[in-house]
């Protein structure tokens, strides 16, 4: 069996989906692993690149609010959205200083999952990895977050720091969901359904 290789949205994507809408979610991670990604088709790419240079740089909120400016006209109504959020999770923490966020992969037999938090800020003595959850017109909750920061951790915990806290940020309403302890209900879902998933993926 070849290695299957996608990207943590379209796990999650299957992680959350059920029954029939599971092969849909699979078919959809198939069509795009065909294609090489392309950062103009990326909806939210010019937001992701904004918020690294304006931490980078040390720069403010009117930086961040002028990417609204270079995207179309379609999409400027939900990055409103998303900077409004974003600035609510960030004026809690503006004192963060950014470092170089730490990627990698999870596996599981046959399946390598594509793990590349976009955000990584220092602030008081903690490190804070975190995943961007950018779609704004989905319901995001803390049982997706948990399975989130789990497969952070398990895939990128030995090269992570011991004050390194992964987190997943449900950018729309600025509400950070920090690690909890480890759930083994979770860990075993995930895996049970890795597994599962390239059965599925090897069929069509």
């Known amino acids: 069996m070849n290695t299957i290789s996608i990207s943590l949205t379209h796990f999650m994507s299957f992680l959350n989906n059920s029954s029939i809408t ?81 990627q990698g992969k999870w596996h599981k037999g046959h399946l390598n999952v594509s793990i590349n938090p976009e955000v990584c800020l220092e602030h008081k003595d903690k490190l804070y990895l975190i995943k961007l959850f950018l779609h704004i017109n989905e319901k995001f909750d803390r049982k997706q977050a948990d399975m989130i920061t789990w497969l952070m951790r398990d895939g990128l ?13 449900d950018v729309k309403n ?7 302890e480890t759930n083994d209900n979770i860990k075993l879902y995930v895996e049970v359904e890795a597994d599962s998933f390239c059965k599925y993926w090897n069929r069509l």
Do not use: T
Not at 34 to 55: C, M, N, T
Not at 161 to 169: D, G, R
């Open 22 to 102: 599971k092969i849909s979610s699979i078919q959809k991670a198939k069509e795009d692993a065909l294609e090489p990604y392309e950062a103009y088709k990326d909806y939210w790419q010019k937001l992701k690149q904004k918020i690294v240079d304006v931490h980078k740089l040390n720069a403010g909120e009117d930086e961040l609010r002028s990417v609204v400016e270079e995207v179309s006209e379609d999409k400027q109504k939900n990055y409103n959205i998303a900077i409004d959020g974003y600035c609510k999770f960030w004026n809690k923490k503006k004192k963060a200083i950014w470092k170089k966020p730490i």
């Open 157 to 169: 915990g030995e090269k992570a720091p011991k004050n390194m806290v992964f987190c997943v940020l």
């Open 174 to 180: 600025g509400r950070l969901y920090e690690e909890r």
